[in-house]
């Protein structure tokens, strides 16, 4: 059993950055494809950005592409969301989550998920 647990969200202006941490415990996450996922009011959860066990491939969602950089540190156990010229559309609950496959995190097939942490960016 793997428990995430994500940190860093806040309140931010539009153009500002932000770090979200995840922080694992129980197992190891080195083994674990991680990704981060959003839900902003009234929208379903969304896929953000996804990361191997490696670290070698990453993949993001359009929307932050070139904005979000996600990395992980598996000697500490740890998984991060670099968010930079952060915009009002990218306010929302933002969730760490775990799975075996790139292909099924990216689609949304995750064994573990973080209890979210929320971003709101004013404009």
């Known amino acids: 059993q793997v428990q995430v647990l994500e940190s860093g969200g806040g309140l931010v202006q539009a153009g500002g950055s932000l770090r979200l941490s995840c922080a694992a415990s129980?197992?190891?996450?080195?083994?674990?494809?991680m990704g981060w996922f959003r839900q902003a009011p009234g929208k379903e959860r969304e896929f953000v950005a996804a990361i191997t066990w490696t670290g070698s491939r990453t993949y993001y969602a359009d929307s932050v592409k070139g904005r979000f950089t996600i990395s992980r540190d598996n000697a500490q156990n740890a998984v991060f969301l670099q968010m930079n010229s952060l915009k009002p559309d990218d306010t929302a609950v933002y969730y760490c989550?775990?799975?075996?496959?790139?292909?099924?995190?990216?689609?949304?097939?995750?064994?573990?998920w973080g209890q979210g942490t929320q971003v709101t960016v004013s404009s």
């Open positions: 989550a775990a799975g075996l496959s790139f292909g099924k995190v990216v689609s949304g097939t995750i064994d573990y």
């Open positions: 129980g197992r190891t996450l080195r083994y674990y494809v």
